[in-house]
C-alpha cells in the first residue's frame, strides 16, 4: 500500500499525527494554489486553512476513488469559489508593491543573471500582462488556466476536480485561453 494511502487511512481511523504528516506532504501544493487563484498572500493562507480543516471533517466521504491530492485540489476550487461568492471580487496584488515579509518590506524584482535589462524588462512586462489580464477573466476561466498551465495538472484530474468530462475540460482550457488572449490584447491597446 503505497505511503498516502496508509496516511489517509490511518487519518480516517482519528489518528492525528497521520493527518498532520498530510498536511505536511501537502500543504506547499496547496497553497500555491490557493495562492493563483486568489491572487494574494494573505486570502491564500486562509483559503488553505480552509481546505485542510474541510478535508479533516470529511476524510470519512474520501473513498479512495481519485488521488488524495486531486481530492484536495477539488476541495481548493470548491473553498475558493465559495470564498470568491462571500467576498466579492477578489482583490489584486500590484506587483508594484512591496512584498511584505517578517524581516520587512522588500521590492518585487527579477530576478536573473543571464538576462540583459531589455529581455528582464520585457519578461516583468509579459508578466504583469499576463497577471493583469488574469484578473479580469471570469473566476471559472482563471481556475482552469490555474489548474492546468500553472499546476500542471492532466486533463484527467482536471476532469475530476471540476467534476466533469474530458470533452467539457478541454472545451473550457480553449474559451479560458481565448479569453486570456482577448484580454492581454486590451490592455496592450490602452498602453
Avoid at 485542510?52 to 485540489?73: C, M, P, Q
Avoid at 500590484?94 to 524588462?121: F, K, N
Avoid at 476536480?161 to 492581454?184: F, H, P, W
Wanted: negative net charge; contains cysteine.
Amino acid at each position: 500500500m503505497d505511503p498516502v494511502r496508509q496516511l489517509v487511512a490511518r487519518s480516517q481511523q482519528n489518528d492525528l499525527q497521520a493527518f498532520e504528516d498530510l498536511i505536511t506532504r501537502y500543504q506547499d501544493r496547496v497553497f500555491t494554489l490557493c495562492r493563483q487563484l486568489t491572487g494574494n498572500h494573505t486570502d491564500a493562507q486562509d483559503l488553505s486553512q480552509e481546505v485542510f480543516v474541510k478535508a479533516y471533517f470529511n476524510l470519512a466521504s474520501f473513498r479512495f476513488e481519485a488521488d488524495f491530492g486531486t481530492w484536495l485540489h477539488r476541495i481548493a476550487v470548491n473553498q475558493w469559489l465559495n470564498f470568491k461568492r462571500k467576498k466579492g471580487i477578489l482583490a489584486s496584488v500590484s506587483l508594484d508593491e512591496p512584498i511584505h515579509t517578517d524581516q520587512g518590506e522588500m521590492a518585487r524584482e527579477v530576478a536573473s543573471d543571464t538576462m540583459t535589462p531589455e529581455e528582464a524588462y520585457e519578461k516583468e512586462e509579459t508578466r504583469r500582462l499576463v497577471h493583469q489580464a488574469m484578473q479580469k477573466i471570469s473566476p471559472e476561466h482563471r481556475m482552469v488556466l490555474v489548474l492546468r498551465e500553472f499546476n500542471e495538472m492532466s486533463y484527467e484530474d482536471l476532469a475530476a476536480v471540476l467534476d466533469c468530462s474530458l470533452g467539457t475540460v478541454k472545451s473550457r482550457l480553449n474559451r479560458a485561453r481565448q479569453s486570456l488572449k482577448e484580454e492581454i490584447e486590451k490592455l496592450n491597446r490602452v498602453k
